[in-house]
């Protein structure tokens, strides 16, 4: 697994000591820890890379943001994955299969309390993280199918809605005032709060659409391929949610489909949507609002970006963070090649 090291400092530092109480439960199999080294710049977590003695590898994550409860979801969506064979990192049982101790949930046994902060083990795959700069149709073929069957999955219960999304905005934009006064007036805000107005009443009135378990950030740096391009998972189901499948078909578009230079590609998003639609058919009414859920994503993003990175963390957040909404607010303002896409494929496809 190669990611983008670009850290600028982790959320929290780790030395390859402290993971010999983290390691304990494996060491069998797994041995001492050797070497670690940090993969993200650890915004909502730190994870890093941490070689065992006996040659092998596991991705340490450490929970930056979420409490015990919030990882709960994740833990059981993944648990359901793994019966169906889906390819992704799955977490590691601290207790190997055996029962859980009296008054532990079961979502415990992968969940580790450090004096670090909630630590989970995943499978380091091998490979290399998807990136916009080379991106291909036959890689989006893949993923369109690979989203398809998550899709098919029937969904854990007690999963959250889309934590980004309106149920996020909302109580921020209400309390922001009293909260963070420093941005209150801050024009992103402002121009939030007019396309919530305007495209809030579009997607409500679409009526009920098919539910599914839902990625949630489906974005391409969250997939794994191969050298020759072949898929070798999706990771990261930190935001799964229960919620419309069009809603994680237009994450995926919105997280995989745009050129470097923030623009459209119409053959990533054409060998995407027909793969996906090979093994799972859109209704024509999900087709119908595939381009307002495009909207509404690329809104959920440029808002969890905003607060992130400009609200949340702004000491610990380079100026390239601090503008990384902006992108996704460009995209908002003009969607006139994205709607054609969208017609253009409902119209194939009625």
Same mark, same amino acid.
Request: proline letters at 6%; one cysteine or more.
């Given at each position: ?5 670009? *850290?600028?400092?982790? =959320? ?32 909502? #977590?730190?994870? =890093? ?5 006996? $040659?092998?590898?596991?991705?340490? %994550?450490? !929970? #930056? ?14 648990? @359901?994955? @793994?019966? !169906? $064979? ?11 299969? %055996? ?14 309390? +450090? ?25 989006? @073929? ?37 909260? +963070?006064? #420093? ?23 679409a009526g009920s659409l098919p539910l599914a378990m839902l990625h949630g950030d489906c974005f391409i740096d969250n997939v794994m391929f191969r050298e020759d391009d072949s898929l070798v998972g999706v990771i990261d189901f930190e935001e799964v949610c229960s919620g419309p499948a069009i809603l994680d078909l237009a994450m995926t578009v919105c997280g995989c489909c745009y050129t470097p230079q923030n623009e459209m590609d119409p053959h990533l998003f054409d060998a995407f949507?027909? *793969? ?15 381009? #307002?859920?495009?909207?509404?994503? !690329? ?7 905003? @607060?992130?990175?400009?609200?949340? +963390? ?6 390239? %963070?601090?503008?990384? =909404? ?15 896409? !969208? ?6 496809? *009625?």
């Amino acid at each position: 697994m190669e990611h983008d090291e670009k *850290a600028e400092r982790p =959320y929290v530092k780790l030395e390859v000591a402290d993971c010999a109480e983290i390691l304990e439960p494996f060491v069998e199999s797994f041995g001492d820890a050797v070497s670690l080294r940090l993969l993200t710049d650890g915004q909502a #977590n730190t994870n =890093y890379a941490v070689v065992g003695s006996r $040659g092998e590898t596991v991705l340490l %994550k450490i !929970c #930056n943001e979420k409490t015990r409860e919030q990882l709960w979801p994740q833990m059981r969506a993944l648990t @359901r994955l @793994r019966t !169906c $064979g889906y390819r992704t990192a799955y977490p590691w049982d601290r207790l190997h299969g %055996k029962a859980s101790p009296p008054g532990e949930r079961e979502e415990d046994r992968f969940i580790y309390a +450090h004096s670090l902060g909630f630590v989970i083990l995943y499978d380091f795959l091998d490979g290399r993280a998807g990136a916009h700069e080379r991106t291909s149709p036959q890689m989006m @073929r893949q993923l369109g199918r690979a989203v398809a069957e998550l899709h098919s999955v029937d969904p854990v219960d007690d999963l959250p809605s889309f934590p980004m999304g309106i149920t996020s905005m909302r109580p921020f934009l209400e309390s922001v005032d009293a909260t +963070h006064p #420093n941005v209150a007036s801050h024009p992103f805000l402002i121009w939030l709060r007019c396309q919530l107005s305007e495209l809030m009443p579009r997607l409500e009135s679409a009526g009920s659409l098919p539910l599914a378990m839902l990625h949630g950030d489906c974005f391409i740096d969250n997939v794994m391929f191969r050298e020759d391009d072949s898929l070798v998972g999706v990771i990261d189901f930190e935001e799964v949610c229960s919620g419309p499948a069009i809603l994680d078909l237009a994450m995926t578009v919105c997280g995989c489909c745009y050129t470097p230079q923030n623009e459209m590609d119409p053959h990533l998003f054409d060998a995407f949507l027909s *793969a996906y639609e090979k093994e799972r058919p859109l209704l024509p009414a999900e087709r119908a609002v595939l381009w #307002n859920y495009l909207r509404y994503t !690329c809104l959920a993003i440029a808002f969890w970006r905003f @607060r992130q990175f400009v609200v949340r +963390h702004p000491e610990q957040s380079s100026e390239a %963070k601090k503008q990384s =909404y902006k992108p996704m607010q460009a995209r908002v303002e003009d969607m006139s090649s994205a709607q054609t896409l !969208c017609e253009k494929h409902r119209m194939s496809t *009625a």
